[in-house]
Structures are given as structure tokens and as C-alpha cells.
């Protein structure tokens, strides 16, 4: 049974970091490709980054770029998000999700609809 477990979320000051983990279990996480989506209070959802399986391409989001890192501890079968310079804008419940395969993660973004496992989400709050 394919399962996925957020963690790291909480409250943090503007410019501060934090690291999100995704902890899979049920299938090997390396083969395929992971995406990490957030939803901000009052807004739809939204792809923030992406990786594709056996160390392949990644994507983010253009307000994201330079600022959030996704690796994979794939010793651990575990996904990993470090944000930094979060600003006000940015809170919301973050998602880690399973694609369908291991290409789900393309140069212009990533679907939703190709990723079929989803956790529960981690709360990230952004407040001074």
C-alpha cells in the first residue's frame, strides 16, 4: 500500500527555513517522480516543485526559484523540500505526491492529474 507521510511543517518568520520531508513507503520513491504542491488559504492549489525518478530533471515554480531545494534520501525512501526566505505569501498546507511514472516532471511544470498518491499535507505558517 502506497503511502505518504509529510512532516516539517510550522511556524517561521519571514526569511526563515524550514525543511519538509515526505516519507514513502509502498513503493521504491526513486523510480518515480515526485512533486510537492502547496494550498494557501483561499487559493487553488498549486505545483511548487517536482523531480523526476533515478535522479532526473527537477522543476519549481518561478516564485520559488532560488529559494527551495528538493533532494531525495533515497537510502531513507524519503523526499525532502528545504524552503527558504519564506515571505508572508507563502503559507499553506504542502503536499508531497506520487506520479504515475517516473517522467512526471516536464521543463515547463507538472500535472496533478499524473500523480496519484497523495500525503496529507504539512502546515507551513509564515508570521512575524
Known amino acids: 500500500q502506497v503511502q505518504l507521510v509529510e512532516s516539517g511543517g510550522g511556524l517561521v518568520e519571514p526569511g526563515g527555513s524550514l525543511r519538509l520531508s515526505c516519507a514513502a513507503s509502498?513503493?521504491?520513491?526513486?523510480?518515480?517522480?515526485i512533486g510537492w504542491f502547496r494550498r494557501a488559504p483561499g487559493k487553488n492549489r498549486e505545483g511548487v516543485s517536482c523531480?523526476?525518478?533515478?535522479?532526473?530533471?527537477?522543476y519549481y515554480t518561478r516564485s520559488v526559484k532560488g529559494r527551495f531545494s528538493i533532494s531525495r534520501d533515497n537510502v531513507k525512501n524519503t523526499l525532502l523540500l528545504q524552503l527558504n526566505s519564506l515571505n508572508p505569501e507563502e503559507p499553506g498546507v504542502y503536499y508531497c505526491?506520487?506520479?504515475?511514472?517516473?517522467?512526471?516532471?516536464?521543463?515547463?511544470?507538472?500535472?496533478?492529474?499524473?500523480?496519484?498518491?497523495w500525503g496529507q499535507g504539512t502546515q507551513v505558517t509564515v508570521s512575524s
Open positions: 523531480s523526476n525518478g533515478g535522479g532526473g530533471s527537477t
Open positions: 505526491a506520487k506520479a504515475d511514472s517516473g517522467y512526471g516532471c516536464y521543463e515547463w511544470g507538472f500535472r496533478p492529474d499524473e500523480y496519484d498518491d
Open positions: 509502498g513503493f521504491t520513491s526513486r523510480l518515480y517522480s
